[in-house]
């Protein structure tokens, strides 16, 4: 890729490889802020009340972990051909009836599509972009 910068009115060319999207998600701690149901003529979007409880985080080695409310869980991811979600172990303690716990992790095991939004988020999208998940960035170390 080549990309033009304009330093003090000079115009510098420089040339770099393109870094893959999951070098831009990896080592972020995300928190689900919001879910945008698309699958019918009336489009709904549910903000997240409690986002810090509703994460996930991308390791470079393709695994992945987060929390959804008072249950951890880890499994896998893959951008290749698309963006899965693999779930591995999770703990199953009930949350309460107020939780989504059951709802965020069932999306993301649903997951086909996803990546930065462009605007420092991420959006992940079910297939045919029936419902569209985003995060924010935690501000957490990375």
Same mark, same amino acid.
Do not use: H
């Given at each position: 890729?080549?990309?033009? *910068?304009?330093?003090?009115?000079?115009?510098?060319?420089?040339?770099?490889?393109?870094?893959?999207?999951?070098?831009?998600?990896?080592?972020?701690?995300?928190?689900?802020?919001?879910?945008?149901?698309?699958?019918?003529?009336?489009?709904?979007?549910?903000?997240?009340?409690?986002?810090?409880?509703?994460?996930?985080?991308?390791n470079?080695?393709?695994?992945?972990?987060?929390?959804?409310?008072?249950?951890?869980?880890?499994?896998?991811?893959?951008?290749?051909?698309?963006?899965?979600?693999? *779930?591995?172990?999770?703990?199953?303690?009930?949350?309460g009836?107020?939780?989504?716990?059951?709802?965020?992790?069932?999306?993301?095991?649903?997951?086909?599509?996803?990546?930065?939004?462009?605007?420092?988020?991420?959006?992940?999208?079910?297939?045919?972009?029936?419902q569209?998940?985003?995060?924010?960035?935690?501000?957490?170390?990375?």
């Amino acid at each position: 890729m080549i990309f033009t *910068l304009v330093l003090a009115g000079l115009v510098v060319l420089s040339a770099c490889g393109t870094p893959s999207s999951s070098d831009a998600i990896t080592g972020i701690v995300w928190q689900w802020t919001s879910v945008t149901d698309r699958s019918s003529e009336n489009e709904t979007t549910t903000t997240v009340p409690n986002p810090e409880d509703y994460t996930i985080k991308f390791n470079e080695d393709g695994t992945l972990e987060g929390k959804a409310d008072c249950n951890v869980f880890g499994g896998a991811y893959s951008q290749d051909g698309g963006f899965t979600i693999t *779930l591995g172990t999770a703990t199953q303690a009930y949350c309460g009836d107020t939780s989504l716990d059951a709802q965020y992790l069932q999306l993301l095991g649903s997951v086909s599509a996803g990546g930065p939004d462009g605007q420092g988020g991420l959006a992940l999208e079910t297939p045919g972009g029936a419902q569209r998940l985003m995060f924010q960035d935690s501000g957490a170390a990375r």
